[in-house]
């Protein structure tokens, strides 16, 4: 079955850092990976896609790379704002038919200190 | 904007109590989903619907039952609350294959006592 695995959290992190928050995952098939941000109080939204090997989504000054060879779609920043405190996390869907579901990851617990 | 409205943001009930949750959407989409999320375990799918009058079980359905007599609104159901059904409760939507933008209520905070 399709699973997907997230780094530990939390994770806290001084404004303006470099952020690298690990995903990988095990799917049968050809998944579309995505990472979903919950920000306080609110629901998930989507943060980025991709829907092939090698595609790089990227939205909000993030990006992930969709790398095949080690099943993994890791999430970047490269200088990260108190605004970015939020929850997040990876998820990916195999393309099985139209009522195909999302799997997620746990999710990580993102806080960025001014 | 898509649009995903849930009918309460906190809930508290008592055990054993029926406990109705709604959910609509403004969007016309096809699919609705029902999740629970909770700490260190993410979101779990309970149901999942892809059409009026048609529902899925997902991967954690005992104790819920769904009801979709509208396009535009997924219901879950308590039959009989438990306190470990005390979790917080989102619904999405999406329009199309599973390729496509799923979008999110803001949730519903159950306290079962």
């Known amino acids: 079955g399709n699973s997907v695995t997230q780094m530990e959290g939390p994770v806290t992190l001084s404004e303006e850092a470099f952020l690298t928050i690990n995903c990988t995952y095990t799917?049968?098939?050809?998944?579309?990976l995505f990472w979903y941000v919950q920000y306080p109080g609110e629901g998930l939204q989507l943060l980025l896609k991709?829907?092939?090997?090698?595609d790089k989504g990227s939205n909000k000054g993030f990006e992930a790379t969709y790398r095949k060879e080690t099943t993994s779609f890791h999430l970047e920043k490269g200088s990260v704002q108190v605004s970015d405190s939020a929850v997040y996390f990876c998820?990916?869907?195999?393309?099985?038919?139209?009522?195909?579901?999302?799997?997620f990851g746990k999710g990580i617990t993102l806080s960025v200190r001014p | 904007d898509v649009k995903v409205t849930q009918s309460s943001r906190y809930l508290v009930k008592r055990t054993g109590e029926k406990v109705f949750l709604e959910c609509v959407q403004d969007?016309?989409?096809?699919?609705m989903f029902w999740y629970r999320q909770d700490p260190g375990l993410g979101l779990r799918l309970i149901y999942f619907?892809?059409?009026?009058?048609?529902?899925e079980k997902g991967d954690i359905p005992e104790g819920y039952s769904v009801s979709r007599e509208k396009k535009e609104r997924f219901s879950l159901i308590l039959e009989s609350a438990s306190t470990n059904q005390t979790s917080m409760y989102l619904c999405?939507?999406?329009?199309?294959?599973?390729?496509?933008?799923?979008?999110f209520g803001p949730g519903t905070r159950l306290l079962v006592l």
């Open positions: 999405a939507s999406r329009r199309g294959g599973p390729q496509e933008t799923q979008y």
């Open positions: 998820a990916l869907t195999t393309v099985t038919g139209a009522n195909s579901k999302l799997t």
């Open positions: 619907s892809y059409d009026v009058k048609m529902k």
């Open positions: 991709a829907t092939k090997a090698d």
């Open positions: 969007m016309d989409h096809e699919n």
């Open positions: 799917a049968t098939g050809y998944p579309s």
